[in-house]
């Protein structure tokens, strides 16, 4: 199994040092030719603005969605939430738009208010993850097929719908490596 790691932009050498440390090969992904051979894509947190051109520039919004299509598992934190969004609140920035959701950015306000908290995350109900939110953003609404993973405040947080997962918090800012290593259940 190898997972890619979308290397444009934010925290990706995290994600990059999560999976190294569960084990699992990984690379980053800078170009469309860099996701052949990989199982499944991460999209890490950053500037989803910024994230979103780059994709536009070059190409990878659209081989990103073809792969999608056929099934690769994509998991999105934070700024990869959004992209993945359907639907931003106030924003025709570009996306992905593979998720029935619709977003609000910066939700819990800007980096001064950034926070940490611990949270269920229903695929492991035994003891909360550790959320660490920055400038994070909030599922604003479901459709039908999505899953609601957790809540923070009544604030949706974490989502999944089929192979498509998302957290508005950035795991690989922890030590906990359970939010990983349940989006590797996804990848067949």
Same mark, same amino acid.
């Given at each position: 199994?190898t997972i890619g790691v979308l290397a444009l932009?934010?925290?990706? %050498?995290? /994600?990059?040092?999560? #999976? ?11 170009? !469309? ?20 051109? #780059?994709?536009?520039?070059? @190409? ?10 056929? @099934? ?21 920035? !570009? ?9 609000v950015r910066n939700a819990f306000g800007r ?24 400038? %994070? ?6 459709? $039908? ?24 918090? /950035?795991? $690989? ?6 939010? /990983? ?8």
């Amino acid at each position: 199994m190898t997972i890619g790691v979308l290397a444009l932009q934010g925290d990706f %050498a995290k /994600h990059l040092a999560m #999976l190294t440390r569960i084990g699992v090969d990984s690379r980053e992904v800078r170009k !469309p030719s860099d996701l052949d051979g990989v199982d499944a894509l991460i999209i890490p947190g950053g500037e989803s603005t910024t994230i979103g051109k #780059l994709m536009a520039r070059y @190409g990878l919004d659209t081989a990103i969605r073809a792969r999608a299509k056929r @099934g690769m598992p994509i998991y999105g934190t934070c700024a990869g939430l959004i992209l993945l969004a359907k639907e931003i609140e106030g924003s025709r920035q !570009p996306r992905l738009g593979l998720m029935d959701i619709a977003v609000v950015r910066n939700a819990f306000g800007r980096q001064i208010e950034s926070f940490e908290a611990d949270i269920l995350f229903a695929p492991t109900p035994d003891q909360p993850v550790r959320g660490v939110f920055i400038r %994070a953003p909030i599922v604003s609404r479901v459709k $039908e097929g999505v899953q609601v993973l957790s809540t923070f405040d009544s604030k949706i947080v974490a989502v999944q719908q089929g192979n498509l997962l998302a957290t508005a918090f /950035h795991p $690989e800012l922890t030590d906990d490596t359970r939010v /990983h290593r349940y989006f590797l259940t996804l990848v067949k």
